[in-house]
């Protein structure tokens, strides 16, 4: 039995890298669209174009210079302080925000210590990689807790944090390991590899970046109807 070319993978890989940055567009486009009902429109719209722009400039570097690990940190910081900001807007106890400031603040030590005696701004940020998944995923998993207890109150289908924390959920727990490997993969020049690892990370975005964009068509709905139960941060 014949097995896939290897280059023809490499490149499936590359264009799924591709598709996946300008799937930032969708949630953008979804912001946009529903501006005029959108709570919270200005903070949402910056991040969300901040975020785009970045992708985009780690694309061309990677691409022209050789060289995205700026824009790639800058990406880390951003996302991580959005969705913790979002998160803390939407937890109502003070227990679940004094945990996250917590986590916040352990990620925050993790990247500078991790930035400042390690890797420098040119190397693998593994560790920074690590703590943010692990403060995203307790928070989307402190969410699921929230909204157990408030079941009752709370249409999920309608409920635009439900589907960022399961679009968070996902993400960063189906990329942490592939973050982990990539440091040691680039040590022995596996490039090829790393490529095929990075489809997974692709994938993973481009479902991401589609419950974001849902989440925010049902926040803006959550503005101008009867059904809404419960106050959204976005």
Same mark, same amino acid.
């Given at each position: 039995?014949?097995?896939?070319?290897? /280059? %023809?993978?490499?490149?499936?890989?590359?264009?799924?890298? $591709?598709?996946?940055?300008?799937?930032?567009?969708?949630? $953008?486009?979804?912001?946009? &669209?529903?501006?005029?009902?959108?709570?919270?429109?200005?903070?949402?719209?910056?991040?969300?174009?901040?975020?785009?722009?970045?992708?985009?400039? =780690?694309?061309?570097?990677?691409?022209? &210079?050789? /060289?995205?690990?700026?824009?790639? *940190?800058?990406?880390?910081? $951003?996302?991580? $302080?959005?969705?913790? *900001?979002?998160?803390?807007?939407?937890? /109502?106890?003070?227990?679940?925000? !004094?945990?996250?400031?917590?986590?916040? @603040?352990?990620?925050?030590?993790?990247? #500078?210590?991790? *930035? #400042?005696?390690?890797? +420098?701004?040119?190397?693998?940020?593994?560790?920074?990689? @690590?703590?943010?998944?692990?403060?995203?995923? +307790?928070?989307?998993? @402190?969410?699921?807790?929230?909204? %157990?207890?408030?079941?009752?109150?709370?249409?999920?289908?309608?409920?635009?944090?439900?589907?960022?924390?399961?679009?968070?959920?996902?993400? *960063?727990?189906?990329?942490?390991? #592939?973050?982990?490997?990539?440091?040691? @993969?680039?040590? /022995?020049?596996?490039?090829?590899?790393? &490529?095929?690892?990075?489809?997974?990370?692709?994938?993973?975005?481009?479902?991401?970046?589609?419950?974001?964009?849902?989440?925010?068509?049902?926040?803006?709905? =959550?503005?101008?109807?009867?059904?809404?139960? !419960?106050?959204?941060?976005?």
């Amino acid at each position: 039995m014949s097995t896939p070319d290897h /280059n %023809l993978l490499v490149t499936i890989a590359k264009q799924l890298n $591709l598709l996946s940055v300008f799937c930032y567009l969708l949630p $953008l486009a979804v912001c946009i &669209w529903r501006w005029p009902v959108l709570a919270r429109r200005r903070r949402i719209g910056a991040a969300l174009v901040l975020i785009l722009v970045l992708n985009i400039w =780690s694309e061309v570097g990677r691409r022209y &210079w050789h /060289n995205n690990i700026l824009s790639t *940190y800058l990406i880390i910081w $951003l996302e991580t $302080l959005f969705l913790s *900001y979002t998160y803390y807007q939407t937890f /109502n106890t003070r227990l679940n925000r !004094q945990l996250l400031v917590g986590a916040s @603040m352990v990620f925050l030590a993790t990247a #500078v210590s991790e *930035y #400042v005696f390690w890797a +420098g701004l040119y190397g693998t940020k593994t560790y920074t990689r @690590m703590a943010q998944s692990l403060l995203l995923i +307790g928070a989307a998993l @402190m969410y699921f807790e929230k909204i %157990l207890r408030e079941l009752r109150n709370i249409r999920l289908e309608r409920d635009p944090m439900f589907l960022v924390s399961v679009g968070v959920t996902l993400y *960063y727990s189906g990329t942490l390991m #592939v973050f982990v490997l990539e440091d040691s @993969m680039q040590k /022995n020049y596996q490039i090829n590899q790393i &490529w095929l690892m990075y489809s997974i990370q692709s994938v993973l975005l481009i479902a991401f970046n589609g419950l974001l964009a849902v989440a925010l068509y049902n926040s803006s709905k =959550s503005t101008d109807s009867a059904l809404a139960t !419960q106050p959204t941060p976005f």
